[in-house]
């Protein structure tokens, strides 16, 4: 069992938004950064978003981060056949010195 | 162009040893963050080790005591030795230049799979 929490899996149809969740505790998201990893079945991880809400280069702006207190958000907008993946969030937890990720979201695009 | 490549990997029987390698290019292991990821066949991330840019080492709770994490700045390569190796270790490994604490992972290597069994 993950110490972020995400939803196991979303839904929605093509062109609609989804919202993926990331709670965590005072020790992890409400005292560092968070990021969001991207996994199409079979390959590796994908940085979709750093520092909360940073994009990478090449990351489309359908794809927005959030963090308030100890939760973060994941934001797809416009979704795309191709945006089906398992969405991880990540964080340092600095009580415990260790880093983590949340037990992942599975998204299906109708 | 950064490359991540994970070499190291196979069958071993509990309680075994192996080392797993991440040789880097495009950039300088020793001035960077590296950090090692497993994924359980079917199931989530998790985070395994880290070390700093000043030879700080971390690890996950389940591997500490076990697993090793190296750096051999010449080839530029990170290590991860494995030892008492159990089925739960079962897994894809990955090496990731970043890290948690800062701006997350950027590359991520092929990953290597390393399969625990008698």
């Known amino acids: 069992q993950s110490v972020l929490t995400q939803p196991p899996s979303v839904s929605a149809s093509p062109g609609q938004r989804v919202t993926i969740s990331c709670s965590g505790s005072?020790?992890?998201?409400?005292?560092?950064?968070v990021s969001w990893y991207q996994q199409l079945p079979g390959t590796a991880p994908k940085l979709l978003i750093y520092?909360?809400?940073k994009r990478p280069s090449g990351i489309p702006d359908r794809f927005s981060g959030s963090k308030s207190g100890t939760s973060a958000t994941l934001d797809i907008t416009g979704l795309q056949t191709g945006d089906e993946a398992d969405y991880y969030c990540?964080?340092?937890?600095?009580?415990?010195?260790?880093?983590?990720f949340g037990g992942g979201t599975k998204l299906t695009v109708l | 162009e950064v490359l991540l490549v994970e070499t190291g990997g196979g069958l071993i029987q509990p309680g075994g040893s192996l080392r797993l390698s991440c040789a880097a290019s495009?950039?300088?292991?020793?001035?960077?963050?590296v950090t090692w990821v497993r994924q359980a066949p079917g199931k989530g991330l998790e985070w395994v080790s880290f070390?700093?840019?000043?030879?700080?080492?971390y690890y996950t709770d389940s591997v500490k005591g076990r697993f090793t994490i190296s750096r051999d700045n010449s080839k530029n390569t990170l290590h991860l030795q494995l030892n008492s190796v159990r089925v739960e270790d079962t897994a894809m490994y990955y090496c990731?230049?970043?890290?948690?604490?800062?701006?997350?992972?950027?590359?991520w290597g092929q990953g290597t799979l390393v399969t625990v069994s008698s």
């Open positions: 990731a230049r970043g890290r948690l604490a800062g701006s997350g992972f950027d590359y």
């Open positions: 495009g950039f300088t292991v020793s001035s960077d963050y």
């Open positions: 070390i700093s840019i000043g030879g700080v080492t």
């Open positions: 005072s020790s992890n998201i409400g005292k560092n950064y």
């Open positions: 520092e909360n809400y």
């Open positions: 990540g964080t340092w937890d600095g009580s415990l010195n260790v880093g983590m």
